[in-house]
């Protein structure tokens, strides 16, 4: 597929969200960035800030199934992947496949839930497959995990533990909207109770996975030069160096940070990478792989405030 191609998709992608999503532009941003690039989303932020609903209509823009999670403190790992159930009448085990056998999956509030639980999408999101009772499972190509969470210190909820953060693309935490912005919302969103589906709203299917699937292969074609590659590469190599992280991003993290790159290049309709791309990135794809000093934190700095001070410290290329 031509660039051009992916940008105009993105574009019509953009169009269909913003008829019931106001602002929010570059969590949207985001989201595209990370399906482009066959990864998943953490999106992070207080109660009523449009995350169910964002996630919502972007799955419906796209015509891919479309499956959602509410994460609850009894959800078990079989509420998620499925199970094999006997059956009486052939007196064989068939399987009975979870709500996580769809193309993208909503994990509302994912940190509700105990962390055993969590621990079931682990393979999903790596390998995309699904092991169950010894026999592996394939998931869709375009399997993509869109997750929802309260922040950390509300009551109710369970941190997220490493490894299953280090699955997701990307952290976003998502502010809340400017005044004209929630203006705007109550506008058009104060003459009800209860929330409209995304139909309500008009949002139709308009990118099909075949479309989906040949801009995910020409994303990976998007070249990315020595010098840039360098760039991430001293980045990341600066999370384990400075004493106000216990703990650094992986080649993993770089490895990501190059992809979304990619495609965020590609979303802009540019077949090659810029130190910009990088920049823009690298703060959402590390947040949640690094983990603050103690000392760090006794001197009041946050794990966003470090990075950023990494980013703007580390020499990019001309």
Same mark, same amino acid.
């Given at each position: 597929?031509? *660039?051009?191609?992916?940008?105009? !998709?993105?574009?019509? $992608?953009? #169009?269909? =969200?913003?008829?019931? &999503? ?7 941003? %985001? ?9 998943? *989303? ?10 169910? %609903? ?6 419906? +823009? ?5 499956? @959602? $999670? ?53 393979? /999903? ?21 869109? +997750? ?7 009551? #109710? ?7 299953? !953060? ?7 935490? !998502? /502010? ?15 003459? @009800?109770?209860?929330?409209?589906? /995304? +139909?309500?709203?008009? &949002? ?7 479309? %989906? ?5 020409? =994303?990976?074609?998007?070249? =990315?030069?020595?010098?840039? =590659?360098?760039? *991430?590469?001293?980045?990341? @190599? ?15 993290? /770089? ?17 090659? &990478?810029?130190?910009?791309? &990088? ?12 983990? !603050? ?6 001197? #009041? ?9 990494? $980013? ?7």
């Amino acid at each position: 597929m031509d *660039i051009n191609a992916i940008k105009t !998709l993105a574009g019509k $992608i953009r #169009g269909e =969200v913003g008829k019931a &999503v106001i602002g929010q532009d570059d969590t949207v941003d %985001l989201m595209l960035t990370a399906l482009f690039s066959a990864g998943h *989303i953490l999106l992070e932020g207080p109660p009523g800030t449009a995350k169910t %609903l964002l996630t919502q209509c972007f799955a419906a +823009a796209i015509k891919l199934d479309f499956g @959602r $999670i509410q994460f609850t403190p009894d959800l078990m790992p079989g509420d998620v992947l499925g199970s094999n159930l006997f059956n009486f009448q052939t007196s064989e085990f068939s399987l009975t496949k979870g709500p996580i056998f769809t193309d993208i999956l909503l994990a509302d509030e994912i940190n509700r839930t105990p962390p055993k639980t969590q621990a079931a999408l682990l393979e /999903a999101m790596q390998e995309r497959t699904v092991t169950i009772d010894g026999k592996s499972h394939r998931l869709n190509d375009r399997f993509t995990v869109i +997750a929802t969470q309260n922040p950390i210190e509300q009551q #109710g909820t369970y941190p997220l533990p490493e490894a299953q !953060l280090d699955r997701f693309l990307f952290k976003h935490v !998502l /502010a809340y909207p400017s005044r004209e912005e929630e203006l705007a919302i109550v506008a058009g969103h104060g003459n @009800r109770s209860g929330m409209k589906t /995304a +139909a309500a709203f008009g &949002v139709e299917p308009i990118v099909t996975a075949e479309e %989906l699937n040949e801009a995910v292969e020409s =994303v990976s074609q998007v070249r =990315v030069q020595d010098d840039i =590659v360098s760039y *991430i590469v001293d980045v990341v @190599r600066a999370t384990r160096e400075t004493p106000a992280l216990s703990h650094g991003a992986s080649p993993r993290a /770089a490895a990501a940070v190059a992809a979304a790159a990619r495609a965020k290049a590609a979303l802009e309709g540019r077949d090659y &990478v810029l130190p910009d791309d &990088v920049k823009t990135l690298a703060l959402p794809a590390l947040r949640h792989r690094v983990i !603050l000093s103690p000392a760090a934190e006794i001197e #009041g700095r946050t794990t966003d405030e470090t990075l950023i001070d990494i $980013i703007e410290q580390t020499a990019a290329p001309r």
